[in-house]
């Protein structure tokens, strides 16, 4: 493994922790070899950053250069840098913006693809890529014939480095983007709350046992008492119950919290695939027989409506730390 390349991310105007496992994982491959990160719309501090978690190199694009996300653009920037390098595998979050990159890429540098990966190894040589398959009630390790490996890694697999402000590195800085078919009439933000589930240490999730969005609003206060925020199964996000940027699971984000409480979520498969790596489950049904108990440590066997608000007076009236 002579060359990586890992796709870095922003997330609130920050490095996004996913961008930082990957190098990580890009580092444990590759421990003698070259890392490079491609880091658009950022600046030159963030770069830094990058190479104090394991970058050999970071091609930074500039933030008047690279205004947010391209397909276009960040399609031919890395596919450039992967030629130019000989690129043996190009790791990247699988965030709705890597799993957008990964197959257009591959398509350009005639590689293998692996989206939503939960796991890459080196065997024998030749690398490993697990990751969940039928709707998340089986695991498939795949490997490829290709020179080159596009993958997309989910959020929490693996643990980033920590920063190391000894290291060296180079910055190669891009002023420029490449012609794009692409223009952007605007960008809207979907509101997720302040505080994303991605980096949430807590996190309490409502599915279709909610019975409506007014659900939602009984979860919130549980929530913020314990200095968390809310999530949902898919089937509430369809149901226009919340907001689609809540939504964790196969289809959707992908959370290693410290507490997971899962309110009225049955437990499908495809759902604990996003939330499966949780350090503890807590799971609040009225139905015993429920998939998710079996994944829990702790479970209730209850209404939710009376449940929750009881778990929350009782957490508020604990003595604070």
């Given at each position: 493994m002579n060359t990586i390349l890992v796709v870095a991310e922003l997330a609130n105007e920050k490095l996004a922790m996913a961008g930082l496992e990957q190098l990580a994982l890009a580092r444990r491959l590759a421990p003698t070899g070259t890392v490079i990160a491609l880091l658009l719309g950022a600046d030159k501090a963030m770069a830094e950053a990058l190479i104090a978690r394991g970058a050999d190199q970071?091609?930074?694009?500039?933030?008047?250069?690279?205004?947010?996300?391209?397909?276009?653009?960040?399609?031919?920037?890395?596919?450039?840098?992967?030629?130019?390098?000989?690129?043996?595998?190009?790791?990247?979050?699988?965030?709705?913006?890597?799993?957008?990159?990964?197959?257009?890429?591959?398509?350009?540098?005639?590689?293998?693809?692996?989206?939503?990966?939960?796991?890459?190894?080196?065997?024998?040589?030749?690398?490993h890529f697990t990751r969940a398959s039928h709707g998340g009630n089986v695991r498939e390790t795949l490997r490829f014939e290709t020179e080159c490996v596009v993958a997309t890694v989910r959020a929490g697999v693996y643990d980033?480095?920590?920063?190391?402000?000894?290291?060296?590195g180079e910055i190669v800085a891009l002023d420029t983007a490449p012609a794009s078919r692409i223009r952007i009439i605007e960008r809207q933000r979907e509101d997720s709350g302040a505080q994303r589930l991605e980096d949430a240490r807590v996190i309490v999730a409502g599915g279709r046992g909610l019975n409506g969005p007014e659900g939602f609003k009984v979860l919130e206060p549980l929530a913020e008492a314990l200095g968390g925020a809310v999530g949902a199964s898919r089937v509430p996000c369809d149901l226009g119950w919340c907001s689609h940027a809540m939504q964790i699971g196969l289809t959707g984000k992908t959370v290693t919290p410290e507490l997971y409480i899962a309110v009225g979520i049955s437990g499908a498969s495809h759902h604990l695939a996003g939330?499966?790596?949780?350090?503890?489950?807590?799971?609040?049904?009225?139905?015993?027989?429920?998939?998710?108990?079996?994944?829990?440590?702790?479970g209730v066997v209850g209404d939710y409506a009376k449940v929750v608000p009881a778990l929350t007076v009782a957490i508020k009236a604990l003595p604070s730390l």
């Open positions: 970071v091609v930074l694009g500039t933030r008047k250069a690279f205004d947010g996300y391209n397909s276009d653009g960040w399609t031919a920037c890395a596919a450039a840098i992967a030629r130019e390098h000989a690129v043996t595998l190009v790791l990247a979050a699988h965030t709705p913006r890597g799993a957008d990159l990964a197959p257009r890429l591959a398509f350009r540098l005639n590689a293998g693809c692996a989206t939503g990966c939960v796991g890459v190894e080196q065997k024998d040589g030749t690398l980033a480095l920590p920063a190391d402000t000894t290291r060296t939330c499966g790596n949780a350090k503890t489950i807590v799971a609040i049904n009225t139905d015993a027989d429920a998939a998710i108990f079996r994944e829990a440590k702790f």
